[in-house]
């Protein structure tokens, strides 16, 4: 509990107070680094689940409907069984299957027309006569996409039979495991992308920043060596990495390219005029 008041209390100086960079300048590097990290970790923690309550609902009522079509789309009375790589139904071929659900009219123009077509005599030329996204023939399952088609050797199946039961079935453990495989497939991908991109791109800032402020101190005679004006950099980003934070929950985006740059930029130079030429070595004790 004191390390996690350690740190709310180094982020609000970092802040809302220039003249608190002189204590942080008294304490080892590592000190900065240490609070760099849990600040890009609490920021990708916030923004990932708060992402996760923002788009969830709509990812879930979303992937419940693509199931319900999938359960609507497998005919009431179609056996399928396929064994050592050999299929057969129990309904004259071809057999088409229509596409699911219900679209609006420039999505159709993306969609095919069918589902799946089952013909042991069907090759390739077939997706689009049949304009199927997928084809069943005697050996292979052809798949329609961009480029040449994706054709998939049967013989690797196992040996299984389905028919409508055991298809609604199957989508009925689907949709118990979504409940709590959701949100890691949403919240996972988030918070490690926010992770390189606050520790990555976001840091190199950090390098940009650092020299520009080593610079004008040296340009201003109020000089502080690059490892400060680097550390003065990594704690005045706080500020920008909660705008930026914020930005994110309510999605919108300022319409400045370089913000984020702006904002810990002012914030060093500020900082920098307060903190002098010769900050007093020695260590403090509060750490994040």
């Given at each position: 509990m004191k390390k996690i008041k350690a740190f709310f209390y180094v982020a609000y100086k970092s802040v809302v107070s220039p003249k608190y960079y002189g204590e942080i300048l008294k304490t080892p590097f590592e000190f900065s680094l240490k609070y760099y990290a849990v600040l890009v970790l609490i920021a990708a923690v916030i923004t990932s689940v708060g992402t996760y309550f923002i788009e969830a609902p709509k990812i879930k009522d979303t992937f419940q409907n693509a199931l319900t079509e999938a359960e609507k789309v497998y005919p009431e009375d179609l056996i399928f069984t396929i064994k050592a790589g050999e299929w057969e139904i129990n309904k004259p071929e071809p057999l088409v299957i229509p596409f699911p659900g219900t679209y609006e009219a420039k999505d159709k123009e993306k969609l095919p027309e069918n589902l799946v077509v089952f013909d042991k005599a069907g090759t390739v030329e077939d997706l689009e006569k049949r304009n199927t996204a997928i084809l069943v023939n005697e050996k292979n399952l052809l798949v329609k996409k961009a480029g040449e088609p994706g054709v998939y050797p049967l013989k690797g199946i196992p040996d299984t039979t389905l028919d409508k039961g055991r298809v609604v079935g199957a989508i009925g453990d689907v949709r118990k495991i979504s409940g709590w495989l959701l949100p890691?497939?949403?919240?996972?991908?988030?918070?490690?992308?926010?992770?390189?991109?606050?520790?990555?791109?976001?840091?190199?800032?950090?390098?940009?920043?650092?020299?520009?402020?080593?610079i004008l101190g040296r340009t201003l005679k109020n000089g502080v060596s690059y490892k400060n004006a680097f550390r003065i950099a990594l704690h005045t980003m706080t500020l920008p990495v909660l705008i930026d934070t914020v930005f994110s929950l309510i999605n919108l985006q300022l319409p400045l390219t370089y913000w984020f740059l702006a904002v810990n930029l002012v914030m060093g130079i500020f900082v920098l005029r307060e903190v002098g030429e010769?900050?007093?070595?020695?260590?403090?004790?509060?750490k994040p």
């Amino acid at each position: 509990m004191k390390k996690i008041k350690a740190f709310f209390y180094v982020a609000y100086k970092s802040v809302v107070s220039p003249k608190y960079y002189g204590e942080i300048l008294k304490t080892p590097f590592e000190f900065s680094l240490k609070y760099y990290a849990v600040l890009v970790l609490i920021a990708a923690v916030i923004t990932s689940v708060g992402t996760y309550f923002i788009e969830a609902p709509k990812i879930k009522d979303t992937f419940q409907n693509a199931l319900t079509e999938a359960e609507k789309v497998y005919p009431e009375d179609l056996i399928f069984t396929i064994k050592a790589g050999e299929w057969e139904i129990n309904k004259p071929e071809p057999l088409v299957i229509p596409f699911p659900g219900t679209y609006e009219a420039k999505d159709k123009e993306k969609l095919p027309e069918n589902l799946v077509v089952f013909d042991k005599a069907g090759t390739v030329e077939d997706l689009e006569k049949r304009n199927t996204a997928i084809l069943v023939n005697e050996k292979n399952l052809l798949v329609k996409k961009a480029g040449e088609p994706g054709v998939y050797p049967l013989k690797g199946i196992p040996d299984t039979t389905l028919d409508k039961g055991r298809v609604v079935g199957a989508i009925g453990d689907v949709r118990k495991i979504s409940g709590w495989l959701l949100p890691l497939i949403l919240i996972l991908p988030v918070f490690a992308g926010l992770m390189v991109y606050y520790a990555i791109f976001r840091g190199a800032y950090l390098i940009i920043v650092g020299g520009l402020l080593f610079i004008l101190g040296r340009t201003l005679k109020n000089g502080v060596s690059y490892k400060n004006a680097f550390r003065i950099a990594l704690h005045t980003m706080t500020l920008p990495v909660l705008i930026d934070t914020v930005f994110s929950l309510i999605n919108l985006q300022l319409p400045l390219t370089y913000w984020f740059l702006a904002v810990n930029l002012v914030m060093g130079i500020f900082v920098l005029r307060e903190v002098g030429e010769n900050p007093v070595e020695g260590v403090v004790q509060e750490k994040p």
